[in-house]
């Protein structure tokens, strides 16, 4: 199951809870304080790939992992 991070309006708090595709869009209670005004954030991601030469990249933005044209 995919872990999804919140954040609650009302009292900031940020969190993270483990759900189903299927619940990815349920309401979810905050920890700290109980309110239902929470949001799913969008999280940053790390992608390892195997490229055609073997070598292993990290990539995803220019840092350099090979998601950009910067060539380093």
Not at 23 to 40: K, L
Not at 44 to 65: D, F, I, K, P, R
């Amino acid at each position: 199951m995919p872990l999804y991070d919140f954040r609650c309006d009302e009292c900031g708090a940020r969190f993270e809870k483990r759900l189903s595709f299927s619940q990815s869009d349920t309401r979810i209670a905050c920890p700290t304080c109980a309110s239902q005004h929470t949001r799913r954030l969008i999280s940053a991601v790390m992608v390892l790939g195997v490229g055609a030469s073997g070598a292993t990249a990290e990539g995803g933005g220019c840092g350099c992992g090979g998601a950009c044209s910067c060539h380093h």
